[in-house]
């Protein structure tokens, strides 16, 4: 047989890379929790493949949908609309808080916070977006520019008018305030230097509710309210990123529910796709109709497409069929109480938060100085994936080493009892390799058979 590129060592030849983690084995198939690689290895997937697949891959329910869109229609003209799309923004309206009522369905998370600064920036007939330290909002103009995680060096300059606030990361505080208790003077002391600079072009604020790629971060209560209130003193639009804290993730339809703060724009993507590229703009029947009276235009190639749009009318249905949100309630605190287990049996984790099934665990080399401890997440992260668990850490220096976990809401508690035993003997065995051995100082470079420690990169997958 003819080598077709796909069984030879080498298998990224052709490809070209594009930074995060990348693995050592091509991936045959994913079914439910689990992942398996042409080696024949099943692991047990703690991000859901990138956040996306939240009722698990493959689910019967998604394959059904998108059978069914082979039999009626995969693609249409952007200007006709199908009856999936239809159905869907009418599903999605009787879901959101009011006076969000009108939707606008792409593929990905960049694309709905592009379309989103874009109908901020026509509607207040500004200019300036502010975004939060560690926040990841996607890779196109707009969406880049106020994305504040990593990946921003090299490109040049980004989009003119675009402000960062400090993050209230409370166990890392920005701007060296607070510890272990946010009181919001990161948010107060970011908007006046925001006014500072600012031209009077004011547009937009856009906010993720959990801060995900800057480490998982739960900002304090009341937070919302009190960005809220600023927001609307400037005359700014309140853009709320969902793409990993809506349908269920949370264990909420949205967090803006949760919070009883509702934006005028919410965008979603990854937990409404079920695997499939789907992402959505909400607002107002006022700001939807203005923009449109503006010329309002994100004509794309698969804007309103139907096989999408079927696809996550069936993820919205499996989500209440299986009472996917309060399995996540119920297995989201489950979850913790596990992580916390595990704290109090190895003194490197040094901080456990989230929400849900969306959580952080961030690894210090001394729980008082708070001293990031990258090498130890980088080499556990490896283990864990040789024992059959899939991982993602953030590593980052001025915001820590950071596991996320985000299983998918159909995950049991026998998935996660597995994960936390792998993870308890990845971490007992990288601790032993990085200890100093006695008589020596500084962190031993003994490397166990078949683990390699990765080369220092700065971040792993952001998104």
Known sequence: MADNGTDSEDFRRHLIRYGGDTYG?????????????????????????QM??????????????????????????????????VQLATAIAKLVPRPLSKALFVNTGS?????????????????????????????TGNAGSVSFASDRKGYGPGMPGTFVLPEPNAYRCPIRHCRDRCDRTCMNVGFELYDMQSTGGRAAVIVEPVISAGGVIV????????????????????????????????????????????????TVSKTLGGGIPLAGVITSDAIEETCHAR?????????????????????????????LLERSRELGDYLAA???TLQQRHEEIGDVRGMGLLRGIELVKDRETREPYHELGALTTQRCLE??????????????????????????????????????????????VVAPRPGTSGTSTRTPRAVAAPAPRGQSSTL
């Open 25 to 49: 084995s091509i991936v045959e198939k994913a079914q439910g929790c689990y992942v398996f690689d042409a080696d024949g290895r099943k692991i047990l997937d703690f991000t859901s493949g």
């Open 52 to 85: 996306c697949a939240t009722v698990g891959h493959n689910h019967p329910n998604i394959v059904a949908a998108i059978r069914k869109s082979c039999d009626t229609a995969l693609h249409l003209f952007s200007g006709m609309i199908p009856r999936s799309v």
């Open 111 to 139: 694309e709905s916070n592009e379309a989103a600064i874009k109908m901020a920036k026509l509607y207040t007939g500004g200019f300036e977006v502010v975004g939060l330290g560690g926040s990841w909002h996607g890779v």
């Open 219 to 266: 900002p304090p209560e009341g937070y919302f309210d009190a960005l809220q209130a600023e927001t609307r003193k400037r005359g700014m639009l309140l853009i709320f990123d969902e793409a990993q804290t809506a349908f269920g993730r949370l264990g909420h339809w949205f967090a803006a529910s949760h919070l009883h703060v509702t934006p005028d724009l919410l």
């Open 295 to 323: 010329g309002f235009a994100f004509y794309t190639s698969h804007v309103s497409d139907p096989l999408p749009a079927t696809v996550g009318l069936a993820v919205l249905e499996t989500i209440v069929e299986e009472d």
């Open 338 to 340: 596990s992580l916390q």
């Open 387 to 432: 024992l059959g668990l899939s991982m993602n850490i953030r590593r980052r220096p001025e915001r820590g080493s950071v596991w996320r976990i985000a299983p998918p809401l159909t995950v049991t508690r026998e998935d996660i009892d597995l994960a936390m035993t792998i993870f308890d003997q990845a971490l007992t065995e990288m601790k032993a």
